[in-house]
């Protein structure tokens, strides 16, 4: 399957000078103490919650912050009239209400011409009615409607056991850690402080007050939809009559749930909205601002603030230990004098940022599984993910392999351990929990936006059987990577693509997996692998880029939806395609020139376009660090195979 085709092959020599540029400026966002992290930027709602909340909680107005938020906003709005979820996506109802209600609190007049359009497009769209359960608690919060228009989630679920068919154990970290501080709210029924009195009833077509429960979302069965929304009316009638003392009980352990987690000014989850639940809920109990858990924790909301000079944005959270792993393993790839020692120190960083001695919620459902997770962000000790922790052993096999070192030997191991023991029963691995397969949970009507849980999926899968086929294993002699192989197989698309959860989309997927295979030792003529190898090629645009459109993840599947090229989905597809040993493929040559064609003075890559995802078809995110470190990564790969005899892949990713 090989075509080495030498008239289209780009001389490895003639990458040097692109290699050695783009090494240059990465080194350049280098932290003083080894390690890296990009701006994380998702899409208007963060930055627009952010400035509904310094309103709800009546704080002193910041007039220069709010202007430039306000110059985001405004800079980001579609042509539409509202606003989308990525950089040129279609309107989305729930971000143009947030970032309307934003703008009009920090002081635009409804009557300029980008208010008008805004409203004219939630309008055209069936006017704020439309808005999800989210958006819906927040405008409840502000008196814009009434509790009724969200679903009842009562606080005493804290007391259900296990066994119950809702219990917060069963849904996903991010889902959890949102939802028990906004129960109490929800119990408590706060209203926002407010101090100017803006309201919304403009983008409505009816009176706001009058509006009722959220209709059924697309991803939601009408069998399982109608049976939680029955329910959901019988707790609205019997909420007033829960015992209070049972509610009192209730609310106590949500609040121990919280400040047994609170994460100093990392935060709740280390994410933005459990973090401003947490604030609005202490604020709802009468605790002061300096009310050292509040307080802490609303340092932490603007510890996510990224202030500009001309704008400011709000990001949902931070990113340094995937940061820091991803360029290692680009710097290893490029090598050079300068570049290792880097890698080696950035390595060093993240030792001793890994969970050795606290068991997170995941262990409810692994609780034989000692810890040895890394988290995403600085400090996330109750939520490890597997991605990172996949990501990180395999940097730091690379540096032993090597430096023949054994400084690294533990932390290896207890890595490894920790995978192993979270692996589903599905023979899949998923991001932060074992065993998420509660999916009825996702026709709940609080679950409009389906993303209640976190499941398996085949990029996480691919990481986690990369790094163990690295450590040397193989499916005859590790059960576990033989489930997981599995698991891929049966997960494989007809046209020979692999969905990606976590990145957009079927090329992040496809690049995951095959670097898997090849890992773990299947044949480059395996027809699981030529017929991704076939996929890939097919779908490279005409100027040797790839590029893929976050409508991809559409629920009526149809497959990979093209984009003009970016620099970062351009590398996994070269990626994936050497990985399956097309080195020599006109395809890579191709997407080669594209990468070396498109590199700027700088020595980096331009890349505006979201190519990461928070959740499919509701919130998506641009990593500032994939287009410098993934084009570098490619370019250096493909010199390190062309100057080699073997031409083969040697470690996971």
Not at 43 to 53: G, K, R, S
Not at 59 to 66: G, K, R, S, T, Y
Not at 152 to 173: A, C, D, G, R, T
Not at 271 to 289: D, K, L, Q, W
């Amino acid at each position: 399957m090989q075509s080495d085709n030498h008239s289209m092959a780009v001389d490895p020599a003639a990458l040097e000078p692109a290699i050695a540029a783009a090494t240059k400026a990465l080194l350049s966002y280098r932290r003083g103490d080894g390690h890296f992290v990009f701006e994380l930027e998702a899409d208007c709602t963060i930055p627009a919650e952010y400035v509904l909340l310094r309103y709800y909680l009546g704080e002193p107005v910041d007039a220069v912050l709010e202007a430039k938020i306000a110059n985001y906003l405004r800079r980001i709005q579609g042509a539409h009239g509202g606003w989308p979820l990525v950089q040129d996506g279609p309107f989305e109802m729930s971000a143009s209400v947030k970032s309307y209600f934003a703008l009009k609190m920090i002081g635009d007049p409804i009557d300029a011409p980008h208010m008008v359009r805004a409203r004219e497009a939630v309008h055209a769209h069936g006017g704020a009615v439309n808005s999800n359960v989210f958006t819906r608690f927040l405008l409840a919060a502000f008196g814009v409607v009434t509790w009724r228009a969200v679903p009842v989630l009562p606080v005493e679920i804290m007391l259900l056991p296990m066994w119950s068919p809702f219990h917060i154990n069963k849904i996903s970290y991010w889902a959890r850690t949102t939802i028990v501080p906004l129960m109490v709210l929800a119990a408590l029924k706060p209203r926002a402080k407010n101090p100017k009195g803006v309201g919304l009833d403009e983008l409505f077509l009816q009176p706001p007050h009058s509006i009722g429960m959220t209709a059924k979302a697309p991803h939601q069965s009408w069998g399982w939809f109608i049976l939680f929304r029955a329910l959901d009316g019988v707790l609205r009638a019997l909420e007033p009559l829960f015992p209070k003392k049972l509610r009192e009980r209730a609310i106590e352990r949500a609040v121990s749930f919280v400040e047994e987690r609170l994460n100093g000014e990392d935060g709740l989850g280390a994410i933005f909205p459990p973090m401003a639940n947490t604030v609005m809920m202490y604020e709802a109990f009468g605790r002061p601002a300096d009310y050292p858990p509040r307080a802490v924790t609303r340092r932490g909301l603007d510890k996510l603030l990224v202030i500009g000079e001309h704008e400011a944005y709000c990001q949902p959270c931070v990113s340094p230990v995937w940061d820091t792993a991803l360029t290692c393993h680009a710097l290893i790839e490029a090598g050079g004098e300068d570049a290792l020692p880097k890698a080696r120190q950035g390595l060093d960083w993240l030792k001793p940022k890994q969970v050795l001695d606290l068991k997170g919620d995941w262990a409810v459902k692994s609780p034989n599984t000692r810890p040895g997770g890394w988290a995403f962000q600085y400090n996330n000790a109750y939520y490890p993910d597997l991605d990172d922790t996949a990501v990180v052993v395999m940097a730091m096999d690379r540096v032993r392999r090597q430096s023949a070192s054994g400084e690294y030997d533990t932390a290896i191991a207890r890595g490894r351990e920790w995978i192993e023991g979270m692996q589903s029963r599905d023979g899949g691995w998923a991001a932060f929990d074992i065993n998420n397969l509660e999916y009825y949970l996702n026709n709940i009507p609080f679950s409009d936006h389906g993303a209640l849980l976190d499941p398996p999926t085949e990029d996480v899968t691919a990481r986690c059987v990369s790094m163990l086929a690295q450590l040397g294993e193989t499916a005859e002699r590790c059960q576990a990577v033989a489930r997981g192989i599995e698991y891929l197989r049966r997960t494989q698309h007809a046209e020979g693509s692999w969905y990606g959860r976590w990145g957009m989309n079927y090329i992040y997927g496809t690049w995951s997996v095959l670097c898997a295979l090849n890992a773990v030792g299947v044949s480059h003529q395996d027809p699981m692998i030529r017929k991704a190898v076939d996929w890939l090629v097919s779908v490279q645009n005409r100027d040797g880029g790839w590029g893929e459109d976050a409508v991809s993840y559409r629920l009526d599947y149809r497959g990979m939806e093209a984009a003009p090229s970016t620099a970062s989905q351009t590398a996994w597809g070269l990626l994936g395609l050497m990985a399956a040993g097309q080195v020599g493929h006109p395809a890579v040559a191709r997407g080669v020139r594209y990468l070396k064609d498109t590199q700027t003075q700088n020595g980096l890559w331009d890349e505006a376009r979201f190519t990461a995802t928070g959740f499919p078809r509701v919130f998506y995110l641009r990593y500032h660090g994939y287009s410098k470190f993934f084009p570098l990564w490619a370019l250096a790969r493909y010199r390190n195979l062309r100057s080699t005899n073997s031409r083969v892949v040697g470690v996971g990713m």
